[in-house]
């Protein structure tokens, strides 16, 4: 199997290395900055490769929600879960249709309301807004007085949309603009305070984000067919959920398409931190973790990873990693034997996954996961290594200790410049 995967030639026409910025984030893919998420264009190709119209596609880590996007606009079903709030709230915004007049309707009103509240009566309004805002010490250690106060007043009028999904749809555009209202540094991925950084306007960058997110939607809007749009909930099936646990009947999908975590996959949830204070999903940051794949916090006894390799490189690691790493393919195969329920027999299950390293020991998670979903009941269709020239990833990692590192750091090497696309077919 080494020698398989170190044979294969990089297929760069997977790369899209032609595409920009503007058309990666086209419709509604670029309403939120999403860690590691993959290109529209990669889901496009793959669902429409691997499936037709009509087919239900399943992304058991849905993230930004890219699969499910391309599943609908492409004429299938999407059915995506994570167990990430955000995510889940991310993904249902970028895939419900909404009519403009109403976006454009409660834009008008913040443009006509915030800047008297945020000026001429912002003590009276600031008053009233605090009572939505989620005690959590972590708030003010991330956000200055002054800036916390007017996204208050922003908070507090967004919550006080009646329509659900408007409500939503602003949600995400003051998700979005929270990192540069905060005083976390603005390069930098990794949780780290900046008190010299540059104070941002909100209400400014509010009104900015939303009037881009509008334009998007309604480019989003009319790409869907009038039948999806108007049986939306026919169409997309999106929960806040465990990967093992997917709402589909068994036996009804004919593909995955999903780039699953990687090790550690906590620290995604790290990088969601200020919309999960504000909406209130993070009350602890430790327990948040918890809920990961992978998460240190698990204990397995002799569990079965049905991978020899798995096994090799579990006993390689030292410590907390080794660990880590054992529950981390542990939670993989389980997701995976989830993924074989849902599929129809020849259906496929597409995974975008890298390799990486901890302490000197390479996690070759290409190959575990193939050889797990052999000896589970899966043969491989095809398997297609693509460059990485763009992807929103910490881009370096220690390999003493496997977490993401500065990259001025002359010990630490990149990560992720290629990864593999296993195409396995349920037997």
Not at 79 to 106: Q, W, Y
Not at 177 to 197: A, E, F, G, N, Y
Not at 325 to 349: C, P
Request: with cysteine; hydrophobic share 35%; aromatic share 12%.
């Amino acid at each position: 199997m080494k020698k398989y995967f170190d044979n294969i030639e990089i297929d760069y026409s997977y790369s899209f290395s032609d595409k920009t910025i503007k058309d990666t984030s086209y419709i509604t893919h670029g309403y939120y900055t999403y860690p590691a998420k993959f290109i529209p264009q990669l889901a496009e190709r793959l669902i429409k490769e691997n499936s037709k119209e009509g087919d239900i596609v399943i992304d058991p880590f849905m993230g930004s929600g890219t699969t499910i996007v391309e599943a609908i606009v492409n004429n299938r079903i999407g059915i995506g879960t994570d167990i990430n709030e955000i995510a889940f709230l991310l993904s249902k915004v970028k895939t419900t249709p909404i009519k403009n007049t109403e976006l454009v309707t409660e834009y008008a009103k913040f443009e006509k309301d915030l800047p008297y509240k945020l000026d001429g009566r912002f003590d009276y309004f600031l008053s009233e807004a605090q009572k939505y805002i989620p005690e959590n010490e972590r708030i003010d250690y991330w956000f200055l007085p002054e800036q916390k106060d007017k996204l208050s007043v922003i908070f507090a009028q967004i919550l006080e949309i009646e329509n659900k999904n408007v409500q939503n749809f602003y949600l995400i555009a003051f998700a979005q603009i929270l990192k540069s209202c905060s005083i976390w540094l603005q390069k930098s991925v990794k949780p780290t305070r900046d008190h010299k950084k540059k104070v941002y306007e909100p209400l400014t960058l509010f009104l900015r984000q939303s009037k881009k997110m509008i334009k998007k939607h309604h480019e989003f809007d009319k790409k869907l067919s009038e039948n999806i749009k108007e049986n939306i909930d026919l169409y997309r099936n999106v929960s806040c959920g465990d990967s093992r646990n997917l709402n589909c009947e068994t036996e009804k999908a004919s593909l995955i398409v999903t780039s699953p975590p990687y090790v550690t996959s906590y620290e995604y949830a790290d990088l969601h931190q200020l919309p999960s204070l504000w909406f209130g999903y993070l009350k602890d940051l430790p327990e948040f973790r918890q809920k990961f794949i992978g998460s240190a916090y698990k204990n397995r006894e002799n569990v079965d990873l049905r991978s020899n390799l798995a096994n090799e490189i579990v006993s390689e690691l030292k410590n907390k990693k080794q660990n880590e790493v054992k529950n981390y393919f542990a939670d993989m195969l389980e997701s995976f034997e989830e993924t074989k329920r849902v599929l129809k027999h020849g259906g496929r299950a597409c995974i975008v996954i890298g390799n990486t390293e901890f302490q000197g020991v390479k996690i070759k998670n290409a190959e575990v996961f193939q050889e797990q979903f052999h000896n589970i009941g899966f043969k491989t269709h095809n398997v297609i290594k693509r460059e990485i020239p763009s992807k929103m990833l910490p881009s370096t990692r220690d390999p003493k200790t496997g977490k993401f590192g500065k990259i001025s750091d002359k010990n630490i090497k990149l990560v992720y410049p290629t990864e593999y696309i296993l195409i396995m077919e349920k037997l």
